[in-house]
């Protein structure tokens, strides 16, 4: 699945590019990116995601950019680079403006950045702020990585029992949403769960779309990246 899928980007990124759509083309590397996660390639992941990260920004293009900068976050942390992960998270945290989705990943990748510090309490504030954004909302992948995030967040902190019954959520998240490669790789011998990122809603560009009501977001969606 996994070679298809790289198959079925690159063709549509090299359509894209020959027509001269550069928002296009750069939501493709956001997407190659994401498929590398997936495949659990975080090298491959961050070369197409800061492809993203970087032309998505010259694009003035705020809340995809931050999306991209979440999953970019995680490929690093994934590699163990925190200090990189910690810099971009924060930068994501700033561009996310309104956006439920983008809300949802800066701070569960957030939150694992501030576990991988020891920073628990400042970790699980976050991660926990993130599944209360994401339960307000019908997107069960969102709310399912949210929880995976929550559920890291705990086992780093030492609340094991917490942290089981969390993965046992986003799991059943993703089987409610038919998410099938996501159920299989939780379930794999000995893995340890990794929330991914739902894939980020494809661009309109015009018209825009209209912005949801700030009301719906619990107020720390307003605060700060730690």
């Not at 197409?48 to 809340?63: F, K, M, Q």
């Not at 920073?119 to 709310?143: C, F, K, S, Y």
Request: cysteine-free; overall charge negative.
């Amino acid at each position: 699945r996994g070679e298809a899928a790289r198959r079925m980007i690159a063709s549509s990124r090299r359509l894209v590019e020959e027509l001269g759509i550069t928002q296009r083309v750069l939501e493709a590397d956001l997407f190659a990116g994401l498929v590398e996660l997936l495949e659990s390639a975080a090298p491959a992941a961050e070369r197409s995601l800061r492809r993203a990260w970087d032309g998505l920004r010259d694009e003035g293009l705020g809340i995809a950019a931050a999306q991209a900068g979440a999953l970019l976050a995680r490929a690093l942390l994934a590699q163990g680079r925190i200090d990189e992960a910690d810099v971009v998270s924060r930068e994501s945290a700033s561009l996310a403006g309104d956006s439920f989705q983008a809300a949802i990943a800066w701070r569960g990748v957030r939150a694992e950045v501030l576990a991988a510090r020891g920073e628990h309490a400042a970790a699980l504030e976050l991660a926990r702020a993130a599944v209360e954004i994401a339960a307000a909302t019908d997107d069960l992948l969102d709310h399912a990585d949210a929880r995976a995030s929550l559920a890291v967040a705990l086992r780093a902190a030492g609340h094991g029992a917490e942290a089981d019954a969390e993965e046992r959520r986003a799991v059943a998240l993703w089987e409610a949403k038919g998410a099938t490669l996501l159920v299989e790789r939780a379930g794999r011998v000995d893995a340890q769960l990794v929330p991914i990122a739902a894939p980020p809603e494809p661009s309109r560009a015009a018209p825009p779309q209209p912005a949801k009501p700030a009301a719906a977001i619990p107020d720390r969606a307003a605060t700060a990246p730690l």
